[in-house]
């Protein structure tokens, strides 16, 4: 236990689900980004997934519109302490998009629209643990959110979960991004609150 | 320099309250003293940790404000009050010199400046936006470089501008830093410029034209910093020179 705070008393939440540790919740849906909201224009938008190999597997938009699609309600945690439960979201499972792809591959780096890119292990994106998702509480994702479509990796802090995603890189060997290079977590599991390099 | 703040492993420290400085009426100043600091850039913020009696404890981000100088374990945040804030009330409102809380840090390698940096800073704050800036202005001082520096400074009234009276003395002090404060529901008297939002005029008169390749930092409100970014875009700004920082809370 740390150093105790005379007079502070907090906000514990006596009822719902547990938070991770040293998070709060939150209603809204703050925005955190490092740089400008891109603007991407649906008929050139595309996502590719490039395997080991240099093999690029790519679909526009209208394409990953015919994909199977998934609702899914989550709760997503933000390395900046804010939690928000019970998010509601539609989009297509990336197992879907890796059906036909053959990589030996047990890493991956997300790369976004205005150069962002996160590092995620390959298992993390499977069985129904993320997806590329476009709407979000039954609207299309607003830009400043990660439309026309992010990354969505729940059971991770939200930076991993690529806004603005345009495509899957997958590496035989880990490769830290954006903000993993700027002193974050190479992994980010909220319950064990892995916020910065060395949690 | 603390260069390699962001690769060593964060530890809660002790930090003890030194001084407060009241800002506004709901803005403090609080300068910690923690022994061990590493030291920090401008731009980097910290993560303050309260624990109540019974081991409850909670944390918030915070943007540093003191350039990292020769009082070594002296750290400045500038704290704002969100009326229904969880820690917030307590920062500002309860505690006092020879208390203690947790801090660790310095976090944060992307939204920072750095004095070997030649290019001309712009800086564009939204309300308390305004503290990461405040430490990149400081740290210009500190090092004494002459890059130019702009900042366009967003918020209320008169009585909301943290830091007034030492930023008209900086901008009259140097040359190299100009100050230009924009306000959004009343002016000054004598203040020529009607109240308003931030403009696309605003920033191309006080900021700097985009063809000087300006590294510019914007941060704020979320609504502000999307405009604000909007705009610098619109102007001709390179995405890729503007660096952001979103603040939650309500806009300036």
Same mark, same amino acid.
């Given at each position: 236990?740390?150093?105790?705070? /005379?007079?502070?008393?907090?906000?514990?939440?006596?009822?719902?689900?547990?938070?991770?540790?040293?998070?709060?919740?939150?209603?809204?849906?703050?925005?955190?980004?490092?740089?400008?909201?891109?603007?991407?224009?649906?008929?050139?938008?595309?996502?590719?997934?490039?395997?080991?190999?240099?093999?690029?597997?790519?679909?526009?938009?209208?394409? #990953?519109?015919?994909?199977?699609?998934?609702?899914?309600?989550?709760?997503?945690?933000?390395?900046?302490?804010?939690?928000?439960?019970?998010?509601?979201?539609?989009?297509?499972?990336?197992?879907?998009?890796?059906?036909?792809?053959?990589?030996?591959?047990?890493?991956?780096?997300?790369?976004?629209?205005?150069?962002?890119?996160?590092?995620? /292990?390959?298992?993390?994106?499977?069985?129904?643990?993320?997806?590329?998702?476009?709407?979000?509480?039954?609207?299309?994702?607003?830009?400043? =959110?990660?439309?026309?479509?992010?990354?969505?990796?729940?059971?991770?802090?939200?930076?991993?979960?690529?806004?603005?995603?345009?495509?899957?890189?997958?590496?035989?060997?880990?490769?830290?991004?954006?903000?993993?290079?700027?002193?974050?977590?190479?992994?980010?599991?909220?319950?064990?609150?892995?916020?910065?390099?060395?949690? | 320099?603390? $260069?390699?703040?962001?690769?060593? $492993?964060?530890?809660?420290?002790?930090?003890?309250?030194?001084?407060?400085?009241?800002?506004?009426?709901?803005?403090?100043? #609080?300068?910690?003293?923690?022994?061990?600091?590493?030291?920090?850039?401008?731009?980097?913020?910290?993560?303050?940790?309260?624990?109540?009696?019974?081991?409850?404890?909670?944390?918030?981000?915070?943007?540093?404000?003191?350039?990292?100088?020769? =009082?070594?374990?002296?750290?400045?945040?500038?704290?704002?009050?969100?009326?229904?804030?969880?820690?917030?009330?307590?920062?500002?409102?309860?505690?006092?010199?020879?208390?203690?809380?947790?801090? $660790?840090?310095?976090?944060?390698?992307?939204?920072?400046?750095?004095?070997?940096?030649?290019?001309?800073?712009?800086?564009?704050?939204?309300?308390?936006?305004?503290?990461?800036?405040?430490?990149?202005?400081?740290?210009?001082?500190?090092?004494?470089?002459?890059?130019?520096?702009?900042?366009?400074?967003?918020?209320?009234?008169?009585?909301?501008?943290?830091?007034?009276?030492?930023?008209?003395?900086?901008?009259?002090?140097?040359?190299?830093?100009?100050?230009?404060?924009?306000?959004?529901?009343?002016?000054?008297?004598?203040?020529?410029?009607? /109240?308003?939002?931030?403009?696309?005029?605003?920033?191309?008169?006080?900021?700097?034209? /985009?063809?000087?390749?300006?590294?510019?930092?914007?941060?704020?409100?979320?609504?502000?910093?999307?405009?604000?970014?909007?705009?610098?875009?619109?102007?001709?700004?390179?995405?890729?020179?503007?660096?952001?920082?979103?603040?939650?809370?309500?806009?300036?």
């Amino acid at each position: 236990m740390g150093i105790v705070s /005379p007079g502070f008393s907090g906000r514990r939440q006596t009822s719902g689900p547990k938070l991770p540790p040293g998070q709060y919740l939150t209603q809204d849906f703050p925005v955190l980004s490092a740089g400008p909201t891109p603007r991407v224009a649906l008929d050139s938008w595309e996502f590719a997934v490039i395997t080991e190999t240099g093999e690029r597997h790519t679909w526009s938009w209208a394409e #990953l519109q015919e994909l199977p699609a998934e609702e899914f309600t989550v709760d997503i945690h933000c390395v900046t302490k804010w939690s928000k439960l019970g998010t509601r979201w539609r989009g297509v499972a990336i197992e879907t998009l890796l059906e036909d792809v053959e990589t030996a591959a047990d890493f991956t780096l997300a790369h976004s629209y205005g150069g962002y890119t996160t590092n995620v /292990p390959l298992d993390d994106l499977l069985d129904g643990q993320a997806w590329i998702a476009y709407e979000f509480e039954g609207e299309p994702l607003a830009p400043e =959110h990660g439309g026309p479509a992010r990354l969505v990796v729940p059971h991770l802090y939200f930076w991993k979960s690529a806004k603005w995603v345009r495509g899957l890189q997958l590496l035989l060997e880990d490769e830290p991004g954006f903000w993993e290079t700027a002193g974050y977590h190479d992994y980010g599991d909220p319950w064990r609150e892995q916020r910065y390099q060395g949690d | 320099m603390a $260069r390699t703040a962001v690769s060593r $492993r964060l530890t809660w420290r002790a930090a003890e309250l030194r001084e407060v400085r009241g800002e506004t009426s709901s803005a403090h100043s #609080l300068i910690f003293e923690v022994p061990g600091w590493p030291g920090h850039l401008p731009g980097q913020h910290v993560d303050v940790r309260l624990t109540a009696e019974d081991g409850y404890s909670t944390e918030r981000s915070y943007s540093i404000a003191s350039a990292f100088t020769d =009082h070594h374990d002296l750290v400045e945040l500038t704290v704002q009050r969100i009326p229904d804030g969880e820690v917030s009330p307590y920062l500002v409102d309860v505690l006092q010199p020879g208390m203690r809380v947790e801090l $660790r840090g310095p976090v944060g390698g992307w939204f920072v400046w750095r004095p070997a940096d030649t290019a001309p800073v712009l800086l564009v704050a939204g309300g308390s936006g305004v503290v990461p800036l405040m430490a990149m202005i400081r740290a210009r001082a500190q090092a004494s470089v002459r890059v130019p520096f702009r900042l366009v400074y967003s918020t209320r009234t008169p009585e909301d501008v943290l830091y007034a009276d030492e930023l008209r003395r900086r901008a009259l002090e140097d040359r190299g830093l100009d100050v230009t404060i924009v306000y959004t529901r009343r002016v000054p008297d004598g203040h020529g410029r009607p /109240p308003g939002r931030l403009t696309a005029a605003d920033l191309a008169e006080w900021g700097w034209p /985009p063809d000087f390749e300006p590294a510019v930092f914007v941060c704020g409100p979320t609504g502000f910093v999307e405009a604000a970014a909007d705009l610098l875009i619109d102007a001709g700004h390179e995405p890729a020179r503007i660096k952001t920082e979103r603040f939650g809370g309500t806009d300036a």
